[in-house]
């Protein structure tokens, strides 16, 4: 979203103060409107396209798909529950580390409230059941002791 300052406030402080705020534009009166208008489509241009990268996530093996918490692999397209998505998107971007139980319990939850452990294997098992469906079995692997891996390309 972009935020346009119209004013009639016409000094340095109130238009540095703006910016520090977080507008993206100070316009003080009187203006031309054709070129409000066309910071408004430049604005408007530069916010959509952040927005479609923001989309999907290429993971290399497979995308994730923000919008709608799926999983897409050569055509085929699985959905995700909201913590199958939260687990597989923290372990998108941390790719190649491995990530403790606690880590990720930590990102689904965040809460000081007692979370069964068992949840977590539940969802994990659940989660690789789909990946196998996409015919990427074992691309989350265990690591006793320590946590969880997602493997795969680079």
């Known amino acids: 979203m972009g935020i346009i300052v119209i004013t009639s406030r016409d000094n340095e402080i109130d238009e540095l103060l703006s910016i520090n705020y977080g507008a993206d534009?100070?316009?003080?009166k009187p203006f031309n409107i054709q070129i409000l208008l066309a910071k408004i489509g430049s604005l408007l241009r530069r916010t959509n396209s952040s927005n479609e990268i923001k989309e999907k996530i290429d993971a290399k093996d497979f995308i994730l798909n923000i919008s709608n918490s799926t999983i897409e692999k050569d055509g085929k397209t699985i959905e995700l529950t909201k913590n199958e998505y939260k687990i597989l998107k923290y372990l998108v971007e941390n790719r190649?580390?491995?990530?403790?139980?606690?880590?990720?319990?930590?990102?689904?939850?965040?809460?000081?409230?007692?979370?069964?452990d068992n949840t977590l294997s539940v969802n994990m098992t659940r989660l690789r059941t789909k990946l196998e469906e996409l015919d990427l079995k074992d691309i989350i692997e265990t690591r006793r002791g320590q946590g969880y891996i997602l493997k795969g390309k680079d």
Request: charged content about 30%; aromatic content about 12%; proline content about 0%.
């Open 96 to 116: 190649n580390k491995i990530i403790s139980r606690e880590e990720i319990m930590d990102s689904l939850w965040e809460s000081e409230s007692f979370i069964d």
């Open 25 to 28: 534009h100070y316009i003080t």
